[in-house]
């Protein structure tokens, strides 16, 4: 699946613009301050109904103007072409437009148009808190395991009672007992999708980083969030004291996370930050293998300063993976120059400049 079509208005600095982009790769140019990044943060307002920039939506949204708006046609996927919009007004009203109709929620869009983002920030999936690794692992489980979504709002229901009770001690504890019942029961679910999920992904992760980059020896681990050889409701019950005086469950799926560990370090510790790049590149590029597998649709990646950090060698083996991917791809650089001789011949490419908000074709894909 791919965007034929996409228009923005009043997206930062961005002038109102139409385009048709490859179902392929997309290159983005131009100098500092043009508007590249703004419109990769276009499209992934419409995937996802936020910017990756800033949790809140405002910056995103035109000085001057009421509300920003992003129009898109996706192709390839089941039962025809479905019509995305997403608008965000300065009041804080947001609208989701999906095929004529609204919808209620942003999972809806994520379903449809599923986004892989490599950016400068990326790196924050190694170092960052284990919250930013969950959101990375939540997405892909998500995406091949229809049944995640409702286990997890389960799971949710059921925290949120728990800690409660921890904090005010308002539930009898029969009632309370019945709600572990059900904690322990989604949490084993998410914690069995989970596991599936990294163990497909394992291998094609390291497969993928061995094509991009030499780190023998590099590991991913997944951590279900409490100890591996004991029940999570023994361990609740351990752990009461200590979870009534924090106001928080302690244990539990949502603790869980990814280790990236290379000769007995944290891969973050040690690695450049070329080579933590490149890590997180061959996990994005797992995922999206993974979702195309599982479902009739692939992913659009969003690739922000691609030569960034990276020698020509590490350039070519990149574009070489996004190319296998047979994946939308939409790169933003400074210099197109540097990513000319990345592409086999059959590969549709189109390219784009961007000067000062104004958004131009300079080569079509189908030409
Ligand atoms: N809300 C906004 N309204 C208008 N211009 C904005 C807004 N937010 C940022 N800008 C400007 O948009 C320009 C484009 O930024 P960006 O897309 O990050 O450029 P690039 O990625 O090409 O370096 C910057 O010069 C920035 O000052
Ligand atoms: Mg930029």
Same mark, same amino acid.
Not at 190 to 200: G, L, N, P, Q
Not at 316 to 338: K, P, Y
């Given at each position: 699946?791919?965007?034929?079509? @996409?228009?923005?208005? %009043?997206?930062?600095?961005?002038?109102?613009?139409?385009?048709?982009?490859?179902?392929?790769?997309?290159?983005?140019?131009?100098?500092?301050?043009?508007?590249?990044?703004?419109?990769?943060?276009?499209?992934?307002?419409?995937?996802?109904?936020?910017?990756?920039?800033?949790?809140?939506?405002?910056?995103?949204?035109?000085?001057?103007? %009421?509300?920003?708006?992003?129009?898109?046609?996706?192709?390839?996927?089941?039962?025809?072409?479905? &019509?995305?919009? @997403?608008?965000?007004?300065? &009041?804080? +009203?947001?609208?989701?437009?999906?095929?004529?109709? &609204?919808?209620?929620?942003?999972?809806?869009?994520?379903?449809?148009?599923?986004?892989?983002?490599?950016?400068?920030?990326?790196?924050?999936?190694?170092?960052?808190?284990?919250?930013?690794?969950?959101?990375?692992?939540?997405?892909?489980?998500?995406?091949?395991?229809?049944?995640?979504?409702?286990?997890? !709002?389960?799971?949710?229901?059921?925290?949120?009672? *728990? &800690? $409660?009770?921890?904090?005010?001690?308002?539930?009898?504890?029969?009632?309370?007992?019945?709600?572990?019942? +059900?904690?322990?029961?989604?949490?084993?679910?998410?914690? /069995?999708? =989970?596991?599936?999920?990294?163990?497909?992904?394992?291998?094609?992760?390291?497969?993928?980083?061995? +094509?991009?980059?030499?780190?023998?020896?590099?590991?991913? $681990?997944?951590?279900?969030?409490?100890?591996?050889?004991?029940?999570?409701?023994? @361990?609740?019950?351990?752990?009461?004291?200590?979870?009534?005086?924090?106001?928080?469950?302690?244990?539990?799926?949502?603790? %869980?996370?990814?280790?990236?560990?290379?000769?007995?370090?944290?891969?973050?510790?040690?690695?450049? *930050?070329?080579?933590?790049?490149?890590?997180?590149?061959?996990?994005?590029?797992?995922?999206?293998?993974?979702?195309?597998?599982?479902? *009739?649709?692939?992913?659009?990646?969003?690739?922000?300063?691609?030569?960034? #950090?990276?020698? +020509?060698?590490?350039?070519?083996?990149?574009?070489?993976?996004? #190319?296998?991917?047979?994946?939308?791809?939409?790169?933003?650089? @400074?210099?197109? #120059?540097?990513? =000319?001789?990345?592409? !086999?011949? /059959?590969?549709?490419? %189109?390219?784009?400049?961007?000067?000062?908000?104004?958004?131009?074709?300079?080569?079509?894909?189908?030409?």
């Amino acid at each position: 699946m791919s965007l034929s079509r @996409v228009s923005v208005t %009043a997206v930062r600095n961005l002038h109102p613009v139409t385009i048709s982009p490859s179902p392929r790769i997309n290159i983005l140019y131009g100098a500092n301050g043009s508007g590249k990044t703004s419109m990769l943060e276009a499209v992934h307002l419409l995937g996802l109904a936020r910017s990756f920039r800033s949790t809140r939506l405002l910056p995103v949204i035109q000085h001057e103007q %009421a509300a920003c708006t992003v129009f898109g046609v996706v192709d390839e996927t089941e039962g025809g072409p479905r &019509n995305l919009g @997403v608008s965000r007004e300065r &009041n804080g +009203e947001f609208t989701i437009r999906i095929d004529g109709q &609204n919808a209620r929620s942003a999972a809806q869009l994520a379903e449809i148009m599923p986004l892989q983002l490599i950016n400068p920030d990326s790196f924050r999936l190694l170092e960052g808190a284990p919250k930013i690794r969950r959101q990375f692992l939540d997405w892909g489980v998500f995406h091949v395991e229809p049944r995640f979504m409702g286990t997890w !709002q389960r799971l949710q229901k059921a925290l949120k009672q *728990r &800690n $409660s009770w921890l904090r005010h001690g308002t539930l009898d504890a029969a009632s309370q007992a019945a709600w572990d019942r +059900e904690l322990c029961q989604a949490s084993a679910e998410i914690d /069995e999708y =989970r596991r599936a999920y990294i163990k497909a992904l394992k291998p094609v992760f390291e497969q993928t980083l061995s +094509e991009l980059v030499s780190l023998e020896g590099l590991t991913l $681990s997944y951590y279900r969030g409490w100890d591996k050889d004991r029940e999570l409701v023994e @361990v609740l019950s351990t752990s009461l004291f200590r979870d009534q005086q924090m106001g928080h469950t302690q244990a539990g799926p949502q603790r %869980a996370d990814l280790r990236l560990r290379l000769g007995g370090h944290n891969a973050a510790e040690i690695l450049s *930050r070329g080579q933590q790049k490149l890590v997180v590149c061959a996990l994005r590029i797992a995922q999206g293998h993974l979702v195309s597998q599982a479902r *009739r649709g692939q992913c659009i990646y969003l690739v922000d300063d691609l030569p960034s #950090e990276l020698d +020509e060698q590490h350039r070519l083996s990149l574009c070489r993976l996004l #190319e296998d991917l047979r994946c939308q791809v939409f790169i933003t650089c @400074v210099d197109h #120059e540097l990513l =000319r001789e990345c592409w !086999q011949t /059959e590969t549709p490419v %189109a390219l784009f400049h961007v000067e000062q908000g104004c958004i131009t074709q300079t080569h079509d894909h189908r030409e």
